[in-house]
């Protein structure tokens, strides 16, 4: 049975960030199992750069809070030395 390829274009934009996806949209005419055609499309560069940066952010955090809380067990320690000294008869 004789049959026609249509094409058409179409364009692409992430739905999170609205940059254009055109360069990220890979196209395959059918697949090998169901003859339908393929839209692959690779995730947003914009939002996996935006993605790192706040992992990047948040890990920056991180360990600043953690040397926060280190810092203030050693206050703790030191207040709990003192307070024991204090105590202490004279
Ligand atoms: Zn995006």
Redesign the pocket.
């Known amino acids: 049975m004789p049959t026609f390829k249509i094409g058409f274009e179409f364009e692409a934009y992430?739905?999170?960030?609205?940059?254009g996806m055109c360069g990220e949209v890979h196209t395959i005419d059918s697949s090998a199992r169901r003859g339908v055609p393929i839209i692959r499309i690779s995730p947003?560069p914009?939002?996996e750069e935006?993605r790192a940066d706040e992992i990047a952010f948040l890990e920056k955090r991180s360990r600043e809070k953690s040397e926060r809380i280190t810092e203030l067990e050693n206050e703790i320690q030191t207040l709990k030395r003192d307070l024991y000294y204090a105590q202490l008869p004279i």
């Open positions: 992430c739905e999170v960030c609205g940059a947003c914009v939002c935006a």
